[in-house]
């Protein structure tokens, strides 16, 4: 993917390439304060698709999946957009019948979103709850192996609603 970003059609990424363009489209729409929540199954492409918001939003740091450290922070490059990036997995959140919204308000995240970015993959129905409006980005793969992503701006108490594209 490259160029403008497009707001609530489908959008096909037959290549990871395409996956991180349109991280890197998304990046140039965020600013501090932002919350992108990520939604998809393995191998959908959203760490992929971080990926491209890091390198658009100019952070330093490779990119990888946090499944293990639950959170990363990416601190800008001198020549970046001056926003930090908080990449989340919530994957392994809830084990053992714990608290899937406990364990993420543990992490402080809200703290983070005065002055960050924050990007958390497994996120929906959980991480919403950090703030008032947030983009939703719904990522699958089709049987032909291309990715595809949905991408929404969402209002909280708004459900599905979306606000309209600027």
Known sequence: MTGTLVWDSEIELPEPADTEGLGAALAA???????VVLSGP???GK?????GIARGLGVAGPVTSPTFVIAR???PLPDGAGVPLVHVDAYR?????VDVAAELDDLDLDTDLAEAVVVVEWGEGVAERLAARHILVRLHR???DVRVADVHRVHAGA???TEPAP
Do not use: F, I, S, Y
């Not at 729409?29 to 919350?35: N, V, Y």
């Not at 959140?93 to 019948?97: D, E, M, T, W």
């Open 29 to 35: 729409e965020l600013r501090a304060g932002d919350l």
């Open 42 to 44: 393995l191998g959908a």
């Open 93 to 97: 959140l809830g084990a053992g019948g």
């Open 73 to 75: 922070e990416h601190r």
């Open 47 to 51: 760490t992929v698709l971080v990926r």
């Open 159 to 161: 459900g599905a609603a």
């Open 142 to 144: 089709r049987p032909d």
